[in-house]
């Protein structure tokens, strides 16, 4: 039986690592993806209606990648 707890507590410490990794990355890919919006926005590749929805687009998975952890 504590050999089941053991185990059991490892897959959980094990699961919360990858959750942890996987919500990090997301953080750094948005934060990437912020910059290269804004440099978009600078170069007038893109419009501000564009920059605008983008904006909020990226708050929002932002949000969800905080609510996360």
């Keep these: 039986m504590?050999?089941?707890v053991?185990?059991?507590?490892?897959?959980?410490?094990?699961?919360r690592k990858a959750?942890?990794?996987?919500?990090s990355k997301l953080r750094s890919d948005l934060n990437?993806?912020?910059s290269l919006l804004v440099e978009s926005y600078r170069?007038?590749?893109i419009s501000a209606e564009g920059y605008f929805k983008l904006?909020?687009?990226?708050e929002d998975m932002r949000g969800r990648a905080?609510?996360?952890?």
């Design 32 to 34: 990437q993806a912020d």
């Design 2 to 4: 504590r050999d089941t």
């Design 43 to 45: 170069r007038n590749r």
């Design 66 to 69: 905080n609510a996360g952890n």
């Design 6 to 15: 053991i185990s059991l507590r490892r897959k959980i410490r094990d699961m």
């Design 55 to 58: 904006a909020i687009a990226m």
């Design 19 to 23: 959750h942890n990794a996987e919500v």
